[in-house]
C-alpha cells in the first residue's frame, strides 16, 4: 500500500531514537508534517539531522522536548505542533520505557517510571489531542504496545502490565472515538533490533525485527480505506532462532 500524506501533520512521542525515529522518517517521507518529542536536547538535535532530508530541509520538522508523564507538557506538545502546522491529524503514541526486574527487588520508583511512561503518558497525550482530531473531522491514534502486553514473563512485571493495560486503553478507546472518524490502533511488536533492551542491536541480533518494520506498519494503517479499521496488529520476527 502507498501513501500520500501530503498536508497531514503527525506527533510522534519518542520519536528522537529507535522505533519513533524510523516512524518519522516514513511519515515524513511520505509528505506529513511531523513534531517529534525527546528527553533530551542532544537526542532531539541527532534526530533533526538523520530526518533533515526527509523533512526537505527541516520545515515539515518540529522537534520538541518533552516528557509525556507530565500533563502540561503533554499539552504543549499538542497546542505547539498545532500552532506550527494548523492541525493534527495523526497522533502516534510511542514513548516508552522498560525496566526489568522480579517484583520484589524493583523499586517504587522504577515501577512509577514504566506505568507513568507506557500508560498514563499515553493517556496525557491522547487527551489532548482529541479535540484537534475532531476539529479536523477525524484522524488516526496508534499506540505502539508489546507482545509483552499478552505474553507475560517473569522479571516483567512491570512493563507486561504497562503494555496489557496500553492493549486495554486503546480497545475502549477505539469504541469512543470511531463516531468522530478518528481511528484508533495499537501495533505489538515483538522483538526489536534497537538499544531499547541491553544488548538488543549487537551482533548476532539480526533475526529481530527492525525499527522500519514497526514504521511500515504505521503507513500500512494510514493507508486503509476510511471503511476499515485494523484495530490491532501483532508483528512478529518471521525466523526467530529455534529453541
Not at 503494555?163 to 526489536?192: C, T, W
Request: charged content about 20%.
Amino acid at each position: 500500500m502507498t501513501i500520500n500524506l501530503q498536508s497531514k501533520t503527525a506527533i510522534v512521542t519518542g520519536g528522537s531514537r529507535g522505533i519513533g525515529l524510523a516512524i518519522a522518517e516514513q511519515l515524513l517521507a511520505a509528505g506529513a508534517s511531523v513534531a517529534i518529542t525527546g528527553m533530551t536536547d542532544r537526542h532531539l538535535a541527532e534526530a533533526a539531522q538523520t530526518l533533515g532530508k526527509a523533512a526537505g530541509g527541516g520545515g515539515r520538522l518540529l522537534p520538541l522536548r518533552a516528557d509525556v508523564r507530565d500533563p502540561d507538557e503533554a499539552g504543549r506538545l499538542v497546542e505547539s505542533t498545532v500552532e506550527r502546522f494548523g492541525g493534527l491529524d495523526v497522533l502516534v503514541n510511542n514513548a516508552g520505557i522498560g525496566l526489568f526486574a522480579p517484583v520484589a527487588d524493583m523499586s517504587i520508583e522504577d515501577w512509577r517510571r514504566v506505568i507513568d511512561t507506557n500508560v498514563s503518558g499515553v493517556f496525557y497525550c491522547t487527551r489532548a489531542a482529541i479535540p484537534h482530531l475532531r476539529q479536523r473531522g477525524g484522524g488516526w491514534i496508534i499506540n505502539i504496545s508489546s507482545l509483552a502486553g499478552k505474553n507475560a514473563f517473569p522479571g516483567g512485571g512491570a512493563y507486561c502490565a504497562s503494555k496489557s493495560a496500553l492493549n486495554a486503553f486503546s480497545e475502549s478507546l477505539m469504541q469512543e472515538v470511531r463516531h468522530d472518524n478518528i481511528r484508533v490502533s495499537y501495533i505489538m511488536p515483538g522483538s526489536v533490533r534497537t538499544r531499547f533492551s541491553t544488548g538488543g542491536d549487537k551482533e548476532g541480533t539480526e533475526w529481530k525485527l527492525a525499527p522500519d518494520d514497526v514504521a511500515q506498519a504505521v503507513c500500512d494503517l494510514l493507508a486503509h480505506p476510511d471503511r476499515s479499521l485494523p484495530s490491532r496488529v501483532e508483528l512478529r520476527p518471521s525466523r526467530p532462532p529455534r529453541k
